[in-house]
């Protein structure tokens, strides 16, 4: 055993500070050793040790102690800084239809997967889970952030595609009257188209509104597309009616002396001139041409009918005299 007179030159231990370091890669800590310390001794120290060192130190604070046994100690910090940053993975892009009658979509996306070095990382995502996604495609940014507060990020999509039809109404079936002097009629109409989604939805009818339309019924078909593509139709028919009835013009009166011999005559017209704004189906005289006539004036009735069953007459007479004979 030394003196007291030399025990108070013998060993001096200084620990020097705090001695930082970083986690090893993928670990929550460092192997520190040592001899990398800030410890110092000077004198003659026998039985020297550094405690807290040569050994896996996790991230955070941690003393060391230094010293001689049965001598001098000092104590100090190890701080493990943890540098490295989580790892983050985002769900695949996601693709969804609106909600019925809608123009987006809530979205419950599936978390991503968050991993760390050390215990305590966490994640958010914006827009979060469940938010409500308008029509087209949104970028969604999830970030990790760990203990130590080292983020990372990844994105993904949120892809809203519209699959709903548009909404169109046709007029309901009408009826109308030929235009006049026309074998049909113009008709206006228009078709209401709505969409769930905003923009423009173009309708296309066929015959086109404002078209001439013949007698006769005829079925209009719409149709309604959307910005999406989606589309539409519907029908409905346009009955024209022939409510105009034909012109028959007569040929003038007649007179015609008797048959010799015979109480009249056989009489033979030409036909009265008939037309119509669509088509004649037949001109008929009652009594016809080439019948037999007796004396005296005969009213001969023309009737015209069209091929929608719209008639017309007309009349003129037929005079059958014996002629005077003179002496």
Do not use: H, W
């Amino acid at each position: 055993m030394k003196d007291d007179k030399l025990r108070q030159d013998e060993c001096t231990v200084t620990c020097g500070g705090t001695f930082i370091t970083f986690n090893d890669p993928g670990q929550c800590g460092a192997f520190v050793p040592c001899g990398s310390l800030p410890v110092s001794f000077s004198g003659d120290c026998e039985s020297t040790f550094i405690f807290g060192c040569d050994t896996f130190v996790p991230v955070g604070v941690n003393e060391y102690l230094a010293g001689e046994l049965g001598g001098p100690e000092c104590t100090g910090n190890i701080v493990v800084i943890d540098d490295e940053p989580p790892v983050i993975t985002c769900p695949s892009n996601q693709v969804v239809f609106v909600a019925p009658g809608l123009c987006e979509a809530v979205v419950n996306y599936p978390p991503p997967m968050a991993t760390d070095n050390c215990p305590g990382v966490t994640f958010s995502c914006d827009p979060p889970p469940g938010s409500t996604f308008p029509l087209g495609t949104t970028t969604v940014t999830c970030t990790a952030t760990d203990a130590s507060d080292n983020v990372s990020s990844c994105t993904f999509a949120v892809i809203v595609l519209d699959n709903e039809p548009p909404t169109i109404t046709c007029p309901i079936n009408i009826t109308l009257n030929n235009d006049p002097g026309q074998c049909g009629a113009v008709f206006n109409f228009a078709a209401i188209a709505t969409n769930n989604c905003p923009g423009t939805v173009n309708t296309i009818c066929s015959p086109a509104p404002g078209s001439f339309f013949p007698v006769g019924t005829t079925t209009v078909t719409c149709l309604a597309f959307d910005p999406s593509g989606n589309n539409a139709a519907c029908t409905f028919s346009v009955t024209i009616l022939d409510a105009e009835p034909p012109m028959i013009i007569c040929p003038a009166d007649i007179s015609v002396p008797n048959n010799a011999g015979l109480n009249g005559a056989t009489v033979t017209f030409p036909t009265p001139i008939a037309f119509d704004n669509c088509a004649i189906a037949s001109v008929s005289c009652v009594p016809s041409s080439g019948s037999f006539f007796p004396l005296g004036t005969t009213q001969v009735t023309c009737t015209a009918v069209d091929t929608s069953g719209n008639t017309a007459s007309c009349t003129f007479n037929v005079t059958v005299s014996i002629p005077i004979v003179r002496c």
